[in-house]
């Protein structure tokens, strides 16, 4: 056994870890990207959606996910699986219903890695210019950070929450320093909260602005994700689930909020329409922080896609774990590595799907911002949320047929609202889908297509028996107490 560590041969192991609470809220935070959010996304948000009323719709959806949250933490006493939605979807609807979950969850994170690949290997083509560097093509940079998110991604977990834990707080830390430094010297209109009032969430398109605001808790299912590699699942994975859902939220709500402040609620429409690319990171940043918000914030930005890149990989060569363990795809994603007890086939298969997806859009010429990352964040929008719309089913069903917890609140009213907030958030996406995906009906058709086919493929791989338990890669699942 000392050789085949040594020679860093595999064998079935179960994945290992002694990730916290605070190692996994990084994770889910850093999927979340803080300042990609707040720096790419709200500038639109603020243009095109509901303008001032934007750091509304953060708060809502969060509360939506809180709701959905008292549930999915309550299931996780009894399921620890890194198949995540897999594992809980299975659980409650079936095996079938649950690997067409998981082809959703695959579609989800490959859809919003290969985004973030472009967006951040844009950014970093940006900046190695802007300081004296070579030109190079996008897509070059993009291979560099796969092949670095491909190591840390091989190594146990603990290692790239670490690097994520360092990269988040840099992050948190200049969006938290320009937040402060707006209400500190105020804006051209005070500080007021016109952005809170119904009317003001309610005005402009509402349902763009909430369609970004979703796309922004993709990963938050990380906290179940990492169970297995926490060091108390039962007790780590609810706490860390409220932990993320609140802070996601409040952070994107105030820092949203603070912008709206710095360029004034009757003017920030039409201004961030006319600085969608320089809004916070130039405009805004410029003005509270100075030149040191000018050089420091693109760098931070950049770090920021990095880490989400991390923390998506990690997610995807998980679910590519758990699926071969299940037997719905090949024994071999089931291994897990001699030494570093982590995903290692999984990372590796992930890393190959990520060159093939950017490699066809390097090929065809595509824009790495305006159709690479633009049409693959629409897909994985509408992806995630009937993900977590079946997920929230699953948990419904689950109780109501096992019993094993009788609280009416944690597993019936709290789940179902949550789960009405979810297909009305659905419905609100699929609505505006064509706006954020260029205006072509055409191509939104086919988008939502690939959703129902990612369903139906996972669906479908339900023919092949699961693997038995007695060979060591069967699911694990918590004893009830």
């Given at each position: 056994m000392a050789e085949a560590v040594r020679a860093g041969e595999t064998e079935h192991h179960g994945l290992r870890g002694t990730i916290g609470v605070p190692g996994i809220v990084f994770l889910v935070v850093a999927s979340a990207a803080p300042l990609t959010a707040i720096g790419g996304a709200l500038p639109v948000m603020l243009?095109?959606?509901?303008?001032?009323?934007?750091?509304?719709?953060?708060?809502?959806?969060?509360?939506?996910?809180?709701l959905f949250s008292v549930g999915y933490a309550a299931m996780s006493r009894h399921v620890t699986d890194t198949g995540a939605f897999f594992a809980f979807?299975?659980?409650?609807?079936?095996?079938?219903?649950?690997?067409?979950?998981?082809?959703?969850?695959?579609?989800?994170?490959?859809?919003?890695?290969?985004?973030?690949?472009?967006?951040?290997?844009?950014?970093?083509?940006?900046?190695?210019?802007?300081?004296?560097?070579?030109?190079?093509?996008?897509?070059?940079?993009?291979?560099?950070?796969?092949?670095?998110v491909a190591v840390l991604g091989y190594?146990?977990?603990?290692?790239?929450?670490?690097?994520l834990g360092v990269l988040l707080v840099l992050e948190i830390g200049i969006v938290a320093a320009l937040t402060v430094a707006i209400f500190v010297k105020g804006g051209p209109?005070?500080?007021?909260?016109?952005?809170?009032?119904?009317?003001?969430?309610?005005?402009?398109?509402?349902?763009?602005?909430?369609?970004?605001?979703?796309?922004?808790?993709?990963?938050?299912?990380?906290?179940?994700?990492?169970?297995?590699?926490?060091?108390?699942?039962?007790?780590?994975?609810?706490?860390?689930?409220?932990?993320?859902?609140?802070?996601?939220?409040?952070?994107?709500a105030l820092a949203s909020w603070a912008?709206?402040?710095?360029?004034?609620?009757?003017?920030?429409?039409?201004?961030?329409?006319?600085?969608?690319?320089?809004?916070?990171v130039g405009v805004v940043s410029g003005q509270y922080l100075g030149s040191f918000g000018d050089h420091v914030l693109p760098v931070l930005l950049f770090t920021s896609l990095f880490a989400a890149l991390l923390s998506f990989h990690n997610a995807i060569s998980r679910y590519f774990f758990a699926l071969g363990r299940d037997g719905a795809l090949p024994s071999a994603l089931a291994r897990t590595h001699a030494r570093h007890r982590s995903p290692h086939t999984g990372s590796l298969t992930q890393t190959a799907t990520a060159v093939?997806?950017?490699a066809a859009f390097a090929l065809a010429g595509a824009d790495p911002v305006?159709?690479?990352?633009?049409?693959?964040?629409?897909?994985?929008?509408?992806?995630?949320?009937?993900?977590?719309?079946?997920?929230?089913?699953?948990?419904?069903?689950?109780?109501?047929?096992?019993?094993?917890?009788?609280?009416?609140?944690?597993?019936?009213?709290?789940?179902?609202?949550?789960?009405?907030?979810?297909?009305?958030?659905?419905?609100?996406?699929?609505?505006?889908?064509?706006?954020?995906?260029?205006?072509?009906?055409?191509?939104?058709?086919?988008?939502?297509?690939?959703?129902?086919?990612?369903?139906?493929?996972?669906?479908?791989?339900?023919?092949?028996?699961?693997?038995?338990?007695?060979?060591?890669?069967?699911?694990?699942?918590t004893p009830v107490p």
């Open positions: 243009a095109i959606g509901n303008g001032a009323g934007t750091p509304s719709a953060y708060l809502v959806v969060a509360l939506v996910l809180l979807v299975t659980r409650g609807l079936g095996r079938r219903a649950g690997l067409g979950s998981a082809g959703l969850a695959l579609l989800t994170y490959t859809a919003v890695q290969a985004a973030v690949y472009g967006l951040a290997a844009a950014t970093l083509q940006g900046l190695v210019v802007q300081y004296g560097g070579p030109d190079l093509p996008w897509w070059l940079w993009a291979l560099v950070l796969v092949a670095v190594r146990n977990i603990d290692l790239g929450a670490k690097v209109e005070g500080t007021s909260l016109t952005s809170f009032e119904p009317s003001s969430f309610s005005s402009g398109s509402p349902g763009i602005a909430l369609m970004f605001a979703i796309a922004s808790f993709i990963g938050f299912e990380a906290t179940s994700i990492y169970g297995e590699e926490a060091r108390d699942p039962r007790r780590t994975v609810p706490i860390a689930t409220y932990v993320a859902v609140v802070l996601i939220g409040v952070f994107y912008i709206v402040t710095a360029v004034g609620p009757s003017q920030v429409q039409s201004v961030a329409g006319e600085h969608i690319g320089d809004l916070v093939i997806v950017l305006a159709q690479l990352f633009t049409w693959m964040s629409g897909l994985a929008t509408v992806s995630v949320v009937t993900l977590m719309l079946l997920a929230c089913t699953a948990v419904l069903v689950f109780f109501a047929r096992t019993r094993l917890d009788r609280r009416v609140w944690n597993t019936r009213v709290a789940p179902a609202l949550g789960g009405i907030g979810l297909l009305g958030i659905l419905v609100t996406v699929l609505a505006n889908f064509t706006t954020l995906i260029a205006g072509s009906s055409a191509l939104a058709g086919f988008f939502v297509a690939l959703v129902v086919l990612a369903f139906v493929a996972g669906a479908a791989a339900a023919t092949r028996p699961p693997r038995p338990a007695e060979d060591g890669t069967a699911p694990r699942t």
